[in-house]
T-cell receptor, first 116, second 115 residues
Framework: DAKTTQPPSMDCAEGRAANLPCNHSTISGNEYVYWYRQIHSQGPQYIIHGLKNNETNEMASLIITEDRKSSTLILPHATLRDTAVYYCIVPIPAMNYGGSQGNLIFGKGTKLSVKP | EPEVTQTPSHQVTQMGQEVILRCVPISNHLYFYWYRQILGQKVEFLVSFYNNEISEKSEIFDDQFSVERPDGSNFTLKIRSTKLEDSAMYFC?????????????FGDGTRLSIL
């Protein structure tokens, strides 16, 4: 089962910031938090990941609490095209040395609806 | 931006037939994955592949499934004798292994319909 919990759905007004929360209270010290999204039936799209510091890229910002038990994905100016299911994932560590993050366990995610 | 490409986008096959789904991972990536998503359900991990062998596989990945990297660019998933319950979207992903914790990048999937 997924190691994270997320609200099943959220609404956001177009142009406003979308703040998507995620709880990962059992996360270990060396496990990263990854965010992906899935628009309709397309393949999951990588958004951002982090360990303990806040991260920002061209798509979003990731805020991780100091105890690392929760995080928030922020889409600063949501558009209609950001309507998707957002997944917060803490991967199972890879079994063998090689640097991979290991396989991803997808939960049900948060269905974000951006409304005009 | 480089991307993972999958072909075909939609495959229709009779039950009991063999099917091969094809993927071209991002060119400098060395870890490859297959996932599937039955309609209306979660995305599920099937198998990961590194250095020409399976790294990990899930319970779903039984003897009917196999993976192969037949050349330097393609990564394939074969289902030997398809069942109705194999109908799903199948997603290929790849990741860079030079640095740890690099994200997996997904293709847009192949919709497999078993009749």
């Amino acid at each position: 089962d997924a190691k994270t919990t997320q609200p099943p759905s959220m609404d956001c007004a177009e142009g406003r910031a979308a703040n998507l929360p995620c709880n990962h209270s059992t996360i270990s010290g060396n496990e990263y938090v990854y965010w992906y999204r899935q628009i309709h039936s397309q393949g999951p799209q990588y958004i951002i990941h982090g360990l303990k510091n806040n991260e920002t890229n061209e798509m979003a910002s990731l805020i991780i609490t100091e105890d690392r038990k929760s995080s928030t994905l922020i889409l600063p100016h949501a558009t209609l095209r950001d309507t998707a299911v957002y997944y917060c994932i803490v991967p199972i560590p890879a079994m063998n040395y090689g640097g991979s993050q290991g396989n991803l366990i997808f939960g049900k995610g948060t269905k974000l609806s951006v409304k005009p | 931006e480089p991307e993972v490409t999958q072909t075909p986008s939609h495959q229709v096959t009779q039950m009991g037939q063999e099917v091969i789904l094809r993927c071209v991972p991002i060119s400098n990536h060395l870890y490859f994955y297959w996932y599937r998503q039955i309609l209306g359900q979660k995305v599920e991990f099937l198998v990961s592949f590194y250095n020409n062998e399976i790294s990990e596989k899930s319970e779903i990945f039984d003897d009917q499934f196999s993976v192969e990297r037949p050349d330097g660019s393609n990564f394939t998933l074969k289902i030997r004798s398809t069942k109705l319950e194999d109908s799903a979207m199948y997603f290929c992903a790849s990741s860079d292994v030079i640095w740890s914790n690099q994200p997996q990048h997904f293709g847009d999937g192949t919709r497999l319909s078993i009749l």
